[in-house]
């Protein structure tokens, strides 16, 4: 599966209807410092506003994989836990269900949107 192409298509598709603008990266560093990456990273502006997405794939989920033994379980709750305390909204999925970043990725944009746009009606009316 080409994940990247994927991303990309949904991506586009974003830009046209949401008018929004990225970028992808793959295989990205996005803390300074820190050995690890992101399979996916997306940067990305909504209604002026910047956002930070990484995306995981993991893989080796039914065969005792290094995402679900003790050593690379915890590794990976740490990385985790610094996307979350540098703004980077983290988006988890196994090659089986990588399908649902479609529905993930249109949600996200659209649930910004929505607030972006209730939040500055109710501002108008007061």
């Given at each position: 599966?080409?994940?990247?192409?994927?991303?990309?298509?949904?991506?586009?598709?974003?830009?046209?209807?949401?008018?929004?603008?990225?970028?992808?990266?793959?295989?990205?560093?996005?803390?300074?410092?820190?050995?690890?990456?992101?399979?996916?990273?997306?940067?990305?502006?909504?209604?002026?506003?910047?956002?930070?997405?990484?995306?995981?794939?993991?893989?080796?989920?039914?065969?005792?994989?290094?995402?679900?033994?003790?050593?690379?379980?915890?590794?990976?709750?740490?990385?985790?836990?610094?996307?979350?305390?540098?703004?980077?909204?983290?988006?988890?999925?196994?090659?089986?269900?990588?399908?649902?970043?479609?529905?993930?990725?249109y949600g996200f944009v659209f649930n910004v949107e929505e607030?972006?746009?209730?939040?500055?009606?109710?501002?108008e009316n007061k």
């Open positions: 599966m080409n994940y990247k192409l994927i991303l990309f298509k949904i991506l586009e598709d974003l830009k046209n209807i949401a008018n929004i603008e990225y970028t992808l990266k793959e295989e990205y560093k996005p803390i300074p410092n820190r050995k690890f990456r992101a399979d996916f990273f997306i940067e990305m502006m909504i209604c002026g506003i910047f956002f930070s997405i990484a995306i995981e794939i993991e893989g080796g989920v039914w065969v005792y994989g290094r995402h679900n033994r003790a050593t690379g379980f915890l590794k990976d709750m740490k990385k985790y836990n610094l996307y979350a305390v540098n703004n980077i909204y983290l988006l988890r999925y196994t090659p089986q269900n990588f399908s649902d970043v479609v529905r993930d990725l607030v972006y746009y209730d939040t500055n009606k109710s501002i």
